[in-house]
T-cell receptor, first 109, second 117 residues
Framework: AQKITQTQPGMFVQEKEAVTLDCTYD???????LFWYKQPSSGEMIFLIY??????QNATEGRYSLNFQKARKSANLVISASQLGDSAMYFC??????FGAGTRLTVKP | DARVTQTPRDKVTEMGQEVTMRCQPI?????VFWYRQTMMQGLELLAY????????DSGMPKDRFSAEMPDATLATLKIQPSEPRDSAVYFC???????????????FGEGSRLTVL
């Protein structure tokens, strides 16, 4: 199984600013990509973005983008122009779908 | 609007009782995952199935937990006997996977909140 590390238990960001959430992984299978999910206080799990292991370009999806550095085994999530609704837990997971501990993001008005 | 359906949404039971949680994956999906979420342990992968076959249940306490897929439209997670430490939110998720690892979005159910007194 892979090991996923999210080193930031909590993060704060000012509304409209960008924020980067860290995720590193220790993989035995180089073919695994990486997922990011959001969990607001309502509890649902919402898919945000996926980076394929062999994708040449960093994935982007609206205000979400991935800073994927395969050599460093990191796939950090960048949220641009933060909104109050972005306040939530954020989880990353590799292709075996074992999630990291998560980062709680709070967006300040 | 296809979605993963979990029942029950909330369950309160007494220690020692049997608990069965059910999940209806999205039609056509070939992979089903069961997770347990607690404040202390986070989101733990308990088991997952591909094409109804169990691929990995190493995260599941074998003495009291069991997971099955009797058919493609139903996955079950059973706890017998239940203990207070089993209190958690249990999520089911389904997806479409080809080859090694998951490469497509997993769709999560709303979860089953279990409280064992």
């Amino acid at each position: 199984a892979q090991k996923i590390t999210q080193t930031q238990p909590g993060m704060f960001v000012q509304e409209k600013e960008a924020v980067t959430l860290d995720c590193t992984y220790d993989t035995s299978d180089p073919s695994y990509g990486l997922f990011w999910y959001k969990q607001p206080s309502s509890g649902e799990m919402i898919f945000l973005i996926y980076q394929g292991s062999y994708d040449q370009q960093n994935a982007t999806e609206g205000r979400y983008s991935l800073n994927f550095q395969k050599a460093r085994k990191s796939a950090n999530l960048v949220i641009s122009a933060s909104q109050l609704g972005d306040s939530a837990m954020y989880f990353c997971a590799p292709g075996d779908m074992r999630f990291g501990a998560g980062t709680r993001l709070t967006v300040k008005p | 609007d296809a979605r993963v359906t979990q029942t029950p949404r909330d369950k309160v039971t007494e220690m020692g009782q049997e608990v069965t949680m059910r999940c209806q994956p999205i039609l056509g999906h070939n992979t089903v995952f069961w997770y347990r979420q607690t404040m202390m342990q986070g989101l733990e992968l308990l088991a997952y199935f591909r094409n109804r076959a169990p691929l990995d249940d190493s995260g599941m306490p074998k003495d009291r937990f069991s997971a099955e897929m009797p058919d493609a439209t139903l996955a079950t997670l059973k706890i017998q006997p239940s203990e207070p430490r089993d209190s958690a939110v249990y999520f089911c998720a389904s997806g479409l996977t080809t080859g090694q690892g998951n490469t497509g979005e997993l769709f999560f159910g709303e979860g089953s909140r279990l409280t064992v007194l």
